[in-house]
């Protein structure tokens, strides 16, 4: 490989507009398109110093800088459009963390790599509305009774019981199984990504260890960047849209939940990566960075990790059901009324770590594409057919989760998004420190009396941990949200203020 | 009611019968029993063609159920009835020979339903029935459409939804309540220069989400009614475990 000074590369580098930049071919090689990502002023400091200090010499191990990742995505076979790089874009295993990319499904040598996926299938955002509002909760009490409901923490293990064969059911039907054993409502499953439910997973395509992972972790949190937070409504910015959300003023409490597929997903991408190098040789595929291994589509490699992966993808979907069902639990002991009276209905759900066959205009034409979101969400404009019927006039609702003790937004998607990303926009706040980093330099004690000092409650598994998930570790998520915003591919709607959190 | 198909029956005063003279349901009864029906042996038939007996009342009634009528109130619609179950068997006697029959003019394909429901006997297009349903638009406040039947057809649709017996005495389950929604700012998903196409195109988006709206809610009455059976939600805390 060249080695190139920062002016160098940066000669690759082009600013386009106020918040867009280009990345030309040649900044790494065989770029097969071209790159593009979306930054204000204050992320692209982050991201052009990542990228300098990449240059330094001596400067070794950890991730590729965020630029350079998503100039190796462009250079996979069979990618069409551009590599995207969403605002909240960090480095990550292969793909950075807030990459689209999108793979024609009809060219024989188009690719899907796990990488681009990430390590836990269907990580996503569910939120639950209620009718109350701030002055009628005791954020203390709700804390507690959500710590005292959902499992959270690593190794934590799930209230719902499961059997082996249960497991195997969930799989493959998703949140049908939820809906089935009465864990959730209809309407929970019509307002959720793909109606909670991936048609072709296969249990059958997974192997019993990550089987034996996942079946004691089914309604648990889970650790890390997860968490359930109670929330209430800070500003509308779209009235008419957030009403059709069922959000009519400010102070409106609502829950937030962003788990994935625990441990489960983790075998599954870890597996997948294995068998994912042996196709590589297989059909001689060279890629530039050994992480972003991958398959053809249409090969049975390429197939085996779609069907394992949507099985994933629905054992996150029961997930999040299972907490929604001990979440409406809760409330319905805290205020001694039917989670039907509170009103208790999920807005909607969305999936920021999966690859999905969509159909899109390319060039004009409509072709089928294998979208890989991994750190992005899909944010689908007005009367696409995928999306709820009762978004059909405001879009559909993008859940961006920010990080403890920050803001969390509603956003819509719109058709500017659907043309420049092919429908998707950002997932959240973003790293800008790595996790060891965090621990280094903040103190945990610190970081929970800030908390208490915001007036927000926390109830915590893993004390020593909470410095790596302290807001001071990730980007500013109004930072992130207001790009998405500026570039058009998502439009605000709602602003939501967390009262307390609960975390692993 | 039943002229045509006495008649087809070849039953000979067809169109002088009574269904509430008791001396006409006589003779048409025995007259079925005897030439078309047959349901008794002949030599039991002796009762139910004794049509001067006082008796005859009762035998009448033992002959309905020995061939299987149901329990009507009127004498009208045992008559009814009786005609219908002589009519069918005299098709089948003959299936073949009514099977090879087709009809010369396309209508005729569809069988006649010789309806009982006095509406159906109705001239549609006479001018007493137009101004009718002129009328009826009028008082209901529903707009006019050039066909008088597409009126109709939305009259009866506000009577079934907005007037039924439970809109009446709840009204407030009915009348939706909603904020006003701007539906001319909406953007129905592609532009059209012609304005007025404009709103037609707009109008016609609405209403399409209004029908996915419906049948969204069908589908989810369906879920739920299968809930019912297979929806049996457990929890046991003695399996959890929080992490560290």
């Known amino acids: ?504 | 009611m039943f002229k045509r198909r006495l008649q087809a029956l070849e039953y000979e005063e067809y169109d002088k019968v009574d269904a509430n003279n008791l001396q006409h349901v006589k003779k048409l009864v025995s007259w079925l029993e005897n030439q078309k029906i047959r349901h008794y042996k002949i030599d039991d038939r002796g009762a139910i063609l004794d049509i001067e007996s006082q008796q005859w009342p009762a035998t009448y009634e033992k002959y309905l159920e020995d061939v299987g009528c149901p329990q009507f109130e009127t004498p009208l619609d045992k008559v009814e009835w009786l005609v219908g179950l002589a009519i069918r068997l005299e098709y089948e006697d003959n299936r073949d020979t009514y099977r090879s029959i087709k009809g010369t003019k396309k209508k005729s394909d569809q069988p006649i339903v010789k309806s009982t429901n006095p509406l159906d006997n109705l001239d549609f297009q006479s001018e007493d029935f137009k101004k009718g349903v002129s009328e009826l638009a009028k008082l209901l406040n529903i707009p006019q459409h050039p066909n008088h039947l597409i009126t109709l057809e939305a009259c009866s649709k506000f009577i079934c939804k907005r007037l039924n017996e439970e809109a009446v005495k709840n009204p407030g389950s009915v009348i939706v309540t909603g904020q006003p929604f701007p539906i001319m700012d909406t953007n129905a998903g592609f532009k059209i220069k012609d304005p007025f196409l404009n709103k037609a195109v707009t109008i016609l988006s609405l209403l399409y989400i209004q029908d996915l709206r419906d049948l969204q809610t069908k589908i989810n009455e369906a879920i739920v009614s299968v809930q019912s059976i297979t929806a049996d939600p457990k929890t046991d805390t003695k399996l959890g475990k929080v992490g560290t």
């Open chain 1, 1 to 504: 490989m060249v080695v190139r000074t920062f002016e160098e590369e940066m000669g690759y580098l082009e600013k386009t507009s106020e918040y867009s930049w280009r990345i030309k071919k040649g900044f790494q090689p065989n770029m097969k398109v071209e790159g593009v990502f979306y930054v204000n002023k204050n992320l692209e400091r982050l991201l052009i110093e990542e990228l300098r200090n990449s240059t330094r010499p001596g400067s070794v191990g950890g991730f590729l800088p965020g630029v350079k990742q998503i100039a190796n995505v462009a250079a996979l076979p069979g990618i069409v459009g551009k590599s995207v790089g969403l605002p909240d874009i960090h480095s990550g295993y292969g793909f950075a963390i807030g990459n689209m990319a999108a793979f024609d499904v009809s060219d024989p040598k188009a690719v899907v790599s796990p990488g681009g996926v990430g390590f836990d299938i269907n990580c996503g955002v569910r939120l639950l509305r209620t009718n109350l509002f701030e002055k009628d909760v005791q954020p203390e009490q709700l804390a507690q009774s959500m710590f005292d409901h959902i499992p959270v923490g690593v190794g934590s293990k799930g209230i719902i019981p499961m059997t082996a064969r249960d497991l195997e059911e969930a799989l493959e039907m998703g949140m049908d199984w939820s809906l089935r054993e009465g864990y959730v409502w209809a309407e929970d499953k019509e307002h959720c990504e793909e109606y909670g439910r991936m048609l072709d997973a296969d249990p059958s395509k997974v192997s019993m260890r990550a089987k034996k992972r996942g079946l004691p972790q089914l309604g648990t949190l889970g650790a890390g960047n997860h968490y359930a937070e109670i929330q209430v409504v800070d500003e509308i910015f779209n009235k008419s849209a957030a009403s059709k959300m069922g959000i009519e003023a400010k102070g409106q409490v609502c829950i937030m939940i962003h788990s994935g597929s625990r441990g489960f997903g983790h075998q599954v991408a870890t597996d997948a990566l294995l068998a994912m190098e042996k196709a590589m040789k297989k059909h001689n595929i060279e890629v530039n960075d050994r992480q972003l291994a991958c398959a053809p589509i249409n090969q049975s490699e390429g197939q085996d990790y779609l069907k394992s992966m949507a099985a994933a993808a629905n054992f996150a979907w029961v997930n999040r059901s299972s907490m929604t069902f001990l979440t409406r639990q809760a409330f319905a002991k805290q205020f001694n009324m039917s989670p039907d009276d509170l009103d208790m209905h999920v807005i909607y759900d969305v999936s920021h770590n999966v690859a999905k066959v969509e159909q899109h205009m390319v060039d004009g034409r409509p072709k089928t594409l294998l979208v890989h979101r991994k750190g992005s969400t899909r944010a689908f404009p007005p009367h696409h057919p995928s999306i709820p019927v009762d978004y059909q006039l405001t879009g559909q609702p993008v859940l961006i989760g920010g990080t403890m003790g920050t803001c969390s937004y509603v956003l819509t998607g719109t058709e500017v998004g659907m043309n420049e990303t092919f429908g998707s926009t950002c997932h959240g706040a973003g790293r800008s420190l790595s996790r060891a980093k965090s621990r280094r330099n903040l103190d945990y004690q610190g970081v929970l009396d800030k908390m208490k000092k915001m007036g927000i409650a926390i109830r915590i598994a893993s004390p020593k941990l909470v410095m790596e998930e302290a807001p001071e570790s990730y980007k500013s998520v109004d930072d992130v949200v207001n790009t998405c915003d500026a570039v058009g591919i998502s439009k605000k709607c709602i602003k939501l203020r967390p009262i307390a959190v609960i975390k692993g």
